[in-house]
């Protein structure tokens, strides 16, 4: 089935009745703020172990590249303890509501957002997950000048603390197709599974969003260690490279998001932006000492804004591919794709670390993955 630009405005008018149009300018407005918040929230959970690991290995016991196997308040009052257990359960919980949000902000988007800039309203509030990077990277490294890591945790905490009550407003506007009545079966819960895999377009989307996330995941999770601990920066230098890559990747979500709705092929999009990662990849794993740090900022830059960019589109693809009505459980089954990789890949990418005595090694396997999968995106797509 062409997803080309007639194909898009077909299956936008369809979906879910577009835009509601019961919102004004100023409600779109105050939703997107609002999904682009508990993004970020959530971005700054996840990513906080990659900013504290050169610092917070020590006190478990284990290597800074053996982070990528722990892969929100609860989550973070737990990991406050330097206590193993305790550390899986809290990113198994910060994992868990991370996982929570997409789903649910697509439903709301896919109703809210009128089909013309669909992709770019699901970018906008992508664009939270590099922010929530960003100010992590930031954030952390400061607050360890005048407290200990644990209690930089409770600050982050404290935040979504805050964020609760602001949200509650905003549930009358965005929850009035809840059916509380409804059971939940496991049937039901398979079901998204089953429609993303039987569909060749959706499928060929998920696994695509598979190895995309775990170059995404990798970069975020390893940037500092790897700038701290092979090139000798300091962990407020390494913290700032990694916010510039990740502030980076906020607008370049914006720019793909205009691309996708206005110039190219949403699939198109993706396939360069898999190409354009993995020549950054080959690029960073030949960073020793002697790059300055200009270039590796600049580098890191680039990669940021191909690995940590591509969310928006797909979202807002699979939400548009997604039967009426259906976006938030569709996008819940296609994002099993997609966090897989994520889960995946850190580790993986650690044990190469481990073996191989250096990042480069690491690098250089996630840069071949998305080649192939962006030239495959450059190829028709599946019939559905």
């Not at 509501?97 to 809210?112: E, K, M, T």
């Not at 191989?356 to 599946?382: E, N, Q």
Request: charged residues 10%.
């Amino acid at each position: 089935m062409n997803d080309g630009p007639k194909d898009k405005a077909g299956a936008g008018a369809s979906l879910a009745g577009a835009a509601d149009p019961q919102l004004s300018t100023w409600q779109l407005s105050a939703t997107v703020v609002m999904t682009l918040a508990i993004q970020v929230l959530t971005a700054m959970a996840m990513t906080a172990p990659a900013v504290l690991a050169p610092v917070v290995a020590a006190d478990f016991g284990f290597a800074p590249s053996a982070v990528g196997v722990l892969v929100v308040i609860v989550g973070l009052l737990l990991g406050t303890s330097a206590h193993i257990v305790l550390a899986f359960a809290a990113m198994t919980v910060i994992g868990g509501a991370n996982g929570l949000v997409n789903p649910a902000s697509s439903q709301i988007l896919a109703r809210a957002a009128p089909p013309g800039v669909r992709v770019m309203v699901f970018s906008i509030k992508q664009t939270g997950v590099p922010l929530g990077a960003a100010i992590s990277g930031l954030l952390l490294p400061a607050l360890l000048l005048l407290m200990s890591w644990h209690f930089a945790l409770l600050v982050i905490a404290a935040i979504a603390l805050v964020l609760i009550p602001l949200l509650q407003p905003f549930r009358a506007l965005c929850d009035d197709e809840r059916k509380p009545g409804v059971p939940l079966r496991l049937s039901a819960m398979l079901l998204p599974l089953r429609e993303v895999w039987a569909d060749g377009r959706m499928r060929e989307l998920a696994v695509c969003s598979a190895v995309y996330s775990s170059v995404q995941l990798c970069l975020l999770t390893y940037l500092v260690s790897f700038l701290k601990l092979e090139l000798g920066y300091t962990l407020v230098v390494a913290g700032l490279v990694y916010s510039v890559a990740s502030m980076t990747g906020v607008c370049a979500r914006i720019v793909w998001g205009l691309a996708a709705d206005h110039l190219f092929k949403p699939r198109h999009v993706l396939a360069g932006l898999g190409i354009a990662m993995s020549l950054c990849g080959f690029v960073v794993s030949s960073f020793n000492a002697a790059w300055p740090l200009a270039g590796v900022m600049i580098v890191a830059a680039f990669y940021a804004a191909t690995a940590a960019a591509w969310n928006g589109v797909y979202m807002a693809e699979v939400a548009r591919m997604a039967p009426a009505g259906r976006a938030g459980s569709v996008t819940g089954g296609a994002q099993v794709f997609t966090f897989a990789g994520a889960m995946f890949g850190p580790p993986v990418f650690g044990a190469l670390v481990a073996a191989g005595g250096s990042y480069a090694h690491g690098y250089i396997l996630f840069a071949v993955l998305p080649l192939l999968m962006g030239l495959r995106m450059v190829m028709p797509a599946p019939a559905r």
